[in-house]
């Protein structure tokens, strides 16, 4: 998998659904794909309301979601070993080394991971 399609990190999306219209401008014609962590985290904020939980939801359909498998977590483990990074974060790295496609966040941490395409955001 490559060419139009991009991993989006949480922040992105969060950037995205609070209307960011340079971010939303850069993924424009994009395939826009999301490991499950990133879905199990915009999901589950403590006092999200129904009507943002709806417009959530409504993203997520739009994009494409990426379970973890053998290959994920088997990277997830070298990620986490080598850089030290958080859980979510080396799930979420490796998805991106799994599938080969560009990653986008706004979390400068992820620079440190050198196998992976990194689009670093400033916000």
């Known amino acids: 998998m490559s060419g139009d399609k991009i991993l989006l990190d949480t922040n992105i999306v ?4 609070n209307g960011d219209s340079t971010l939303a401008q850069f993924l424009n014609g994009k395939v826009l794909c999301i490991s499950i962590i990133s879905e199990i985290e915009l999901l589950s904020f403590s006092g999200l309301k ?7 939801k409504s993203f997520l359909s739009e994009c494409l979601i990426f379970p973890i498998n053998e ?4 990277s997830t483990i ?4 080598s850089y030290r990074t958080k859980l979510p974060d080396s799930i979420i790295a490796s998805t991106s080394l799994f599938l080969g496609i560009p990653f986008i966040s706004a ?17």
């Open 78 to 81: 070298k990620i986490r070993k």
């Open 50 to 56: 129904t009507s943002e939980e709806k417009i959530i």
């Open 107 to 123: 979390d400068s941490g992820f620079k440190k991971i050198t196998e992976m395409d990194f689009i670093y955001f400033e916000k």
């Open 14 to 17: 969060l950037y995205l659904l």
């Open 71 to 74: 290959k994920i977590k088997d």
